[in-house]
DNA sequence: GCTACATCCTGTAGTCACTACAGGATCAAG
DNA sequence: CTTGATCCTGTAGTGACTACAGGATGTAGC
């Protein structure tokens, strides 16, 4: 009769966890450091120990991270999946103000692509004394 | 008769400098610390003194950074339009490989942005139990 | 001349999200 | 019993600034 949320993954080192969830040692401990994740379990030893919920949290947390969610936002998501009381809601507005912000910086980093690439394009690649990426660059180039 | 490369901009302190080029005056004084600028001239009171050529400078330096070139890349363009000789395809190679950088960015954007909104999308915005995107984020929720 | 206030100076510390060490303890295998 | 891997704590470094502390000037009004 096994525990309702045991796994094969209970009893880990910091190494374990690490290379199950992807997130570096030197990180994991930083995430403790900063409060984001609760202090673990230690063995007699002095050495972390890690369970499958330990593991799930940090694998939240690592995906997040690849969405872009700053750590912040992360440390407000996890209070509200945390103990029940979880608000759709709540939720919903942190990943859309989130991806406002994407989709900002899209059109921003689309623009300056536009504006590189024209630039780049009358480039003849040749020693021509004047560069048209410098001139883009240089406004006042042509005083 | 006046100098040839003198124009109404010389003798500025570091504030008009700075209203000038929008640049603020703490990041001057970082960029000379870090020698992405040459010291300028000191007033008798020690105080920094500019003219019209250093505007033309950190015009050009705000102008890259908004493109988003970090100051190493910045610093080998104004190595390149330094003293003559300047290169144009070695200019046209550093705005290439940023150009590249740009796209990718764009691109994991995108991605990003296509898989946050379907997510949100699913989101019924009730107080609903199973919230779809604390769901994406934690893959082993439904354990 | 005096008083306010703005502007300047240097130098240090804080930001974000890590990463990289230094210097030591402990463990597992041969 | 030695070697090498893994772990521990704590500090410092990254990029590109920003913010402040604490002090020296400059400028304007009275």
Redesign the interface.
């Known amino acids: 009769m096994r525990g309702i ?1 045991a ?1 094969r993954a209970d009893g880990m080192t910091i190494g374990q966890i690490s290379e199950l969830t992807g997130v570096n040692i030197e990180t994991i401990r930083y995430y403790e450091k900063i409060r984001l994740l609760p202090p673990p379990l230690r063995a007699a030893n002095g050495r972390r120990i890690y369970g499958s919920t330990e593991s ?1 949290v940090l ?2 947390v690592r ?2 991270r690849e ?2 969610f700053s750590l912040d936002e992360i440390r407000a ?1 996890l209070r ?2 945390g103990p029940g009381k ?4 709540e ?2 507005d942190i ?2 103000l ?2 406002d912000d ?2 900002a ?2 059109s921003d ?2 623009k ?2 536009r ?3 024209a ?2 394009a009358r ?7 004047d ?1 048209p ?2 001139d ?6 042509r ?1």
């Not at 979880?86 to 809601?89: E, F, G, L, Q, V």
């Not at 480039?123 to 004394?129: I, N, V």
């Not at 883009?136 to 180039?141: E, G, M, N, S, W």
């Open positions: 949320t796994s799930r694998a939240f995906r997040s969405l872009g998501l509200l999946g979880a608000s759709c809601r939720v919903r990943a859309t989130h991806l994407i989709r910086k899209i980093l689309r300056l692509e504006l590189l690439a630039t780049i480039c003849s690649g040749t020693t021509a004394p560069c990426v410098l883009i660059l240089d406004v006042q180039r005083n």
